[in-house]
């Protein structure tokens, strides 16, 4: 497919998407100028006003249709979190507890999002786009069984699996020392309602993360001969440390995601320099469209959420 039908597709097709959903929406804007992905939006009067943000894309490049698929099934996720996100009690948990906290919450809301979209029923696809979104996210490799700073990945990975994606990486929880807390609070977030449930769950999870830690640090201390395991943990504890971010949460989805901010470093696309992977797909869309010239600010990752009817 050439560049210029790709943007057409993926306009006409969440257009269908938004049309056959039955809900109030004003305007839907594909945007395909921006330096990261991300969606902008809000909702004035019960109506919906969307703005999604792709990298720039060359208009007469050849697009596998796999990409066109994926980019599609990134549209959907980010509106999952427009549709089905609440902003205040993440971020308040954000704020108290710290940007780990953050992570955990982005990790374990991903997947309940996507449930619900595709529950929803109004892209009969969904299921199929976010099976394969994720598994070519996955085709660059997973991470390590003990990785403490990509817990957050591992949730987002494992609480897909656990909804009945066919994931085609193995799982990890039962190799890792963290298993049985991520296996705890996947199981719970499955059956999570809202993302209230998911908060109280992640600063838990942040909890028992951190006993975990300390109980590996002592063994590890009794004895020195063996070697640790997996990176260096980020704080998990309470944090106030401005260094955590300011841009807007999910790839960058910290407290304060105002339309326009400027998102932190995790938002830019991709891995860290300390290895740790996205959560959301952002980073992944903005490597396989390469980027571009930076002409929009998205509120990349958890966007901006006000109250509308999806009734």
Not at 65 to 74: C, E, P, V
Not at 116 to 122: D, F, L, P, Q, R
Not at 124 to 135: I, K, T, Y
């Amino acid at each position: 497919m050439l560049g210029i039908d790709v943007q057409r597709g993926v306009s006409s097709t969440l257009e269908r998407i938004f049309k056959s959903s039955g809900n109030q929406f004003d305007t839907l804007e594909i945007v395909w100028s921006g330096e990261t992905a991300g969606i902008i939006f809000d909702d004035k009067y019960g109506r919906l006003n969307a703005k999604i943000i792709f990298p720039s894309i060359d208009e007469n490049a050849d697009i596998p249709k796999s990409r066109f698929n994926d980019l599609i099934g990134y549209a959907l996720h980010e509106l999952g979190h427009a549709w089905f996100t609440k902003n205040e009690p993440w971020d308040n948990a954000r704020n108290a507890h710290g940007h780990f906290v953050h992570k955990l919450i982005n990790g374990l809301e991903d997947p309940r999002i996507e449930m619900k979209v595709i529950n929803s029923g109004h892209a009969p696809n969904a299921r199929l786009l976010f099976e394969s979104l994720v598994n070519n996210i996955l085709a660059k490799g997973y991470v390590e069984p003990d990785d403490y700073k990509n817990i957050p990945f591992m949730l987002a990975i494992e609480g897909r699996r656990l909804n009945g994606y066919g994931i085609t990486a193995e799982s990890i929880i039962s190799a890792s020392p963290y298993g049985a807390d991520i296996d705890w609070a996947i199981n719970l977030a499955k059956v999570a309602d809202n993302t209230e449930r998911i908060v109280e769950i992640a600063i838990e999870l942040n909890k028992r993360l951190q006993k975990t830690k300390d109980k590996l640090d002592k063994e590890q201390q009794n004895n020195p001969e063996q070697t640790t395991q997996g990176n260096s943990p980020e704080p998990s504890g309470e944090s106030n440390d401005p260094a955590d971010g300011d841009g807007g949460p999910a790839q960058g989805d910290e407290q304060g995601d105002e339309q326009g901010d400027e998102p932190n470093a995790d938002a830019k696309g991709g891995d860290g320099d300390d290895g740790e992977r996205d959560v959301d797909p952002n980073g992944f869309i903005t490597k396989q469209l390469g980027g571009g010239d930076k002409k929009e600010t998205p509120a990349v990752g958890k966007p901006v959420y006000y109250e509308f009817n999806w009734d």
